[in-house]
């Protein structure tokens, strides 16, 4: 199975900055689709940014214009780079790895990302 570890989060101030990052063992990492989620206390899951193995990746409105997200295939990781950072950013974040090939999906333990105001 496969397995994805986040690291990267904490607690900052409004206007702030964190790198998120995820590690995810396996061999099945280039072929699969990658994305970063967060939930908030008592809201639902939601996409933050979704990373195709090619192709545009797609961000949530919310964030679009001040996070960053990327991979990079030989090292099996994927980043999210928050800038300009809200007190509504504040969720745990979560690293979603989602294999075409077999259909299984898994998701990291997520990190907590705390934005003060």
């Known amino acids: 199975q496969v397995q994805l570890v986040e690291s990267g989060g904490g607690l900052v101030q409004a206007g702030g900055s964190l790198r998120l990052s995820c590690a995810a063992s396996g061999s099945g990492f280039s072929r699969a689709y990658m994305g970063w989620y967060r939930q908030a206390p008592g809201k639902q899951r939601e996409l933050v940014a979704l990373l195709p193995r090619v192709g545009s990746i797609r961000y949530a409105d919310s964030v679009k214009g001040r996070f960053t997200a990327s991979r990079d295939n030989a090292k099996n990781t994927v980043s999210l780079q928050m800038n300009s950072l809200k007190p509504e950013d504040t969720a745990v974040y979560y690293c979603?790895?989602?294999?075409?090939?077999?259909?299984?999906?898994?998701w990291g333990q997520g990190t907590q990302v705390t934005v003060s105001s």
């Open positions: 979603n790895y989602d294999d075409r090939l077999t259909g299984r999906s898994y």
